[in-house]
């Protein structure tokens, strides 16, 4: 299972989900669905997402077994 940080991250920054959807070509489902861990990102938009915040994949996801 992949866990992610999405929501602190965005909340550091005062992003909303809708905001952040559109830095990286989703829709806004899409982001809620990642941070409630309905929906594991691929490697491009996990890409993009630490992109947008300026760090490492490694630093928003993490794999737990």
Do not use: C, H
């Given at each position: 299972?992949?866990?992610?940080?999405?929501?602190?991250?965005?909340a550091k920054?005062?992003?909303?989900?809708e905001?952040l959807?559109?830095?990286?070509?989703?829709?806004?489902e899409?982001?809620?669905n990642?941070e409630?861990?309905?929906?594991?990102?691929s490697?491009?938009?996990?890409?993009?997402?630490a992109?947008?915040?300026?760090?490492?994949?490694?630093?928003?996801?993490t794999?737990?077994?």
């Amino acid at each position: 299972m992949i866990k992610n940080r999405i929501k602190e991250y965005r909340a550091k920054y005062g992003m909303k989900q809708e905001e952040l959807a559109a830095k990286v070509g989703v829709r806004r489902e899409t982001i809620g669905n990642l941070e409630n861990g309905k929906y594991n990102p691929s490697l491009v938009l996990a890409w993009n997402i630490a992109k947008v915040f300026d760090v490492t994949i490694e630093e928003i996801f993490t794999v737990e077994n």
